[in-house]
Structure formats: C-alpha cells, structure tokens
C-alpha cells in the first residue's frame, strides 16, 4: 500500500511533498496508518489530537495514546480538550455536529497561527461509501452523491482511493497499533448501522462493491461538472449585483429549461427550506417575500431580490442639536453648516431657513401616516405615495430616513426636501445640511 500511496501522492497531490501539513489524530486505524505513511514518505507534518471527554477514561487513553506515538515518530503534537456535551446544549446540535465544528475550527486556528498549508483527514473509500448512503436515504441532490471532496480548501484527504481493508492489512503487515473506538460500535448511528449492517451485505452481494462504486462516483462527478458549466452560464444571463443586493431576473429564469432546479442550484447556499414558496415567487405579485435564516427573497417587478436580514438592532430616533455640526446616521454622515448666499442643490445637500428649525431635530426611519410637502408643489403627499411613485423596492423603502422638525418633516434624506423649509428672498439664516 505504501507505494500505491506515494504513486497518488506524486499524480494527485504532489503539492503536500512541499507543503507544511497538519494530521488529524484520533488514534484510531486510519489516521494511525496516514500518519505512518507520511512519516514513511518524509513529508513535513504535525499531529493534532482532540480529546472530546465523551468517553470519560477511553477518552483520556486515546490522547496518552497519541502522545506516545507522536514521541515514537518524533513528531510535534498539539492536544485540545472541549467540553463537547456542554457546546452541544448551548448550541442546539447534535454530539456529532458540536464535535465536527469544534474539531475542525481548532484545526483552522492551529493552521492560521502556526502556517500550516494543509489539514489531513484520513477518511477513506468506505468512509465515501458510508457518506453516499447516508445522503442517498434522506434525499438530496446531485452534488449529495458526489463523495466527500479530496481537496476542500485547505482540508485534504489523501486516503480516499483506498478501503479500510487496505489500511488494516497495511498496519497488521507492519505492526502498527491502534486504538478502538468503543463507540463505533453502537448501532444508534445511521453510519454505524450503514458500516456494521448494510454494506457487509453489500459487498457479500458484490465483492467489486467498492471499486464499482468509485466508478459512479468519477461518473457522477464528471455530470456535477457539467452542472457547475450550465449554472455559471445561466449566472451570467439572470444574475445582477447593486452593492449588497442580488437581483435575479425573472422573466430570464422562466426562460430557463428547468427555472425550478435553476433556482435551486442559484440560492442553494443562502439557508431556504421552503422552495415551493421560493419557486411560487416567479409567479407572485410585487412585494411577496420568502425567509431564511439569514436572507430575504423579495419579489419587486421583474426581479428578485435577494438581501441578507441584517441581525442587527434597528437604529433608535437620533437627536441633532443646534451646536452639533457633524452627525452619524445610517445613511452616512450628515453636516450642518451657514451657507453665505443660495445656491442650486444636489441630491444629498439641502438648502434650508434656518429660523424654521426647531431643536433637536431628528432623524429616524419613515412610517405609514408620513406626510410632507414636497418642495416645488402645492399640497401634501403621503411619503409611502411619494415612495411609490419613485418605485422604489421593498427593500429600498425600508432604507428610507427622514429629518424632523418638532414632528414635521425636513427632508426625506437624499431624496427630497420640504417646501415649509425652503428659504426664501427674505430669508436671513441659510443652513445647508449634505449627507456624505
């Protein structure tokens, strides 16, 4: 196996014979044999062992385990202890989701504070196998029935060409120990059930079970990539940016052969679960919106928009008082100072009568019931009509502040200003206020 290994290596990877690399160590047979097979083809690496505290003394034998293989191959080690059950509560996970995140940003740190190039992981063909079925019993898509990645950023797993079986001939042949997890064992895990139950009946049924299921997996990752090309063509045609908004084209997506999957495939990555809702959006009037978690899908005309739903508290009605001459909002900063004569404004500067303020103004989000005149008209208007008629998006009109004067309004900020407020050829104080 140590040439096969190598010969992968030198076709595949050969950038880890270069690199500065990080083992994840459990003790167990398969990163025992990774770590044996690297040390045996002199690449530069280091061990890093997390001690979970599930298995109370089990746990603690493992890392004594490690430590001494670690001074048998004279290598540097790095242990960590996590309180995984305690991470798992306050997070609402599970035990196998706490102790993923926890391993793999302990690996992240190390990397980014100690310069490692690359993280290896020992997962292996049956590993692929397990992963594949897992996600083939709870429903997925194309890109579920791909495998586990070979290379994933910086996240390399150099064993995957080759079965446990493989691993376990090659530490039996050399004499290599290894510790077994007695959790493993348990049958309450899916993948335990799958590792102990299912796939033992399957390769009785095929013993080229595996070797025939790599060959599924090249196949079905050459179609992935066939997906990827189409999306990114579709991308360009449908998709637009305006700074932190995407805008999706409707009328384009239902040119698409598939608007469904396209849809899907497009805003995958942006937490929605209900995607009948999201699909209905591509027949719903102005205004109708889906959630996620962390976005918004907002249907404005002839698009969707998608935004991220900013956590953040809304910002409180701020004050300006008559001595303050520079202020920060939302929108920007705004700045207050004496103008000498009257001048043509532009969209984020007005021109003011001073005399007309009452203080403190202040500045704050619009709301239904608005109203104010607009200045070079006769009359009031509501400001959600004024809004209207400026078609702006739902989204754009939650942006939207307004200055106040003891309750009436100034200015709709960078849009358009009062005409109780303008000044006027008798008019003895000019304040000019611009928003930058």
Same mark, same amino acid.
């Given at each position: ?9 030198? /076709?595949?990877? !050969? ?18 044999? $990774? ?20 298995? &109370?003394?089990?746990?603690? +034998?493992?890392? &004594? ?11 540097? *080690? ?9 991470? &798992? ?43 594949? %079925? ?20 910086? *996240? ?14 090659? +530490? ?12 493993? &064992? ?7 059930? /799958? ?71 497009? %805003? ?13 959006? $591509? ?13 918004? %899908? ?31 909002? !939302? ?29 403190? /103004? ?32 739902? $989204?754009?009109?939650?942006? *939207?502040?307004?200055?106040?004067? #003891? ?10 200003? #009062? ?15 611009? /928003?930058?």
């Amino acid at each position: 196996m140590l040439s096969a290994f190598q010969n992968h290596l030198n /076709l595949n990877l !050969p950038f880890l014979f270069k690199g500065k690399l990080l083992i994840a160590i459990s003790g167990g047979l398969d990163s025992v044999v $990774l770590a044996h097979l690297c040390k045996t083809s002199a690449l530069n690496f280091a061990l890093a062992h997390c001690n979970f505290n599930l298995r &109370a003394a089990e746990s603690d +034998a493992d890392e &004594a385990f490690v430590l001494d293989l670690a001074e048998d191959l004279d290598l540097e *080690v790095f242990i960590e202890s996590f309180e995984t059950e305690e991470f &798992a509560k306050k997070h609402k996970v599970s035990i196998q989701v706490a102790a993923r995140e926890l391993r793999y940003d302990w690996f992240q740190q190390l990397s980014q504070q100690l310069d490692f190039d690359y993280i290896l992981t020992a997962h292996h063909a049956d590993d692929n196998l397990e992963t594949f %079925l897992i996600n083939f019993t709870r429903g997925t898509g194309l890109e579920g029935l791909t495998g586990i990645p070979e290379v994933n950023d910086n *996240v390399v797993r150099p064993l995957l060409p080759f079965s446990r079986e493989d691993l376990e001939v090659y +530490a039996i042949g050399n004499k290599i120990e290894w510790r077994e997890d007695s959790s493993n &064992a348990s049958k309450k895990y899916l993948r335990n059930k /799958l590792r102990h139950d299912i796939i033992p009946t399957l390769k009785q049924m095929n013993p080229q079970l595996l070797q025939n299921f790599k060959t599924t997996i090249s196949n079905l990752q050459d179609a992935q990539q066939l997906v990827d090309d189409s999306l990114i063509r579709a991308q360009k045609k449908v998709i637009s940016v305006d700074d932190d908004l995407i805008k999706l084209d409707v009328k384009k997506i239902k040119k698409l052969s598939n608007p469904k999957a396209y849809l899907y495939e497009l %805003l995958k990555d942006f937490n929605f679960t209900e995607w009948n809702d999201v699909v209905g959006l $591509l027949d719903a009037q102005t205004g109708k919106q889906v959630f996620s978690d962390t976005h918004r %899908l907002l249907r404005n005309r002839d698009y969707l928009l998608l935004s991220a739903i900013n956590s953040e508290e809304e910002t409180d009605e701020i004050q300006i008082f008559k001595e303050d001459k520079t202020v920060e909002t !939302p929108l920007g900063i705004l700045f207050f100072d004496e103008a000498d004569a009257i001048f043509k404004t532009e969209k984020n500067t007005i021109l003011v009568d001073a005399e007309t303020l009452k203080y403190p /103004l202040t500045i704050r989000k619009w709301e239904d019931g608005d109203y104010f005149h607009p200045i070079g008209m006769k009359g009031k208007k509501k400001v959600s009509k004024y809004l209207k008629d400026e078609k702006l998006s739902r $989204l754009d009109k939650e942006k *939207v502040y307004v200055l106040s004067s #003891d309750s009436t309004i100034v200015w709709i900020i960078g849009m358009r200003a #009062d005409e109780r407020f303008k000044v006027k050829q008798n008019t003895n104080k000019l304040l000019k206020i611009t /928003l930058q």
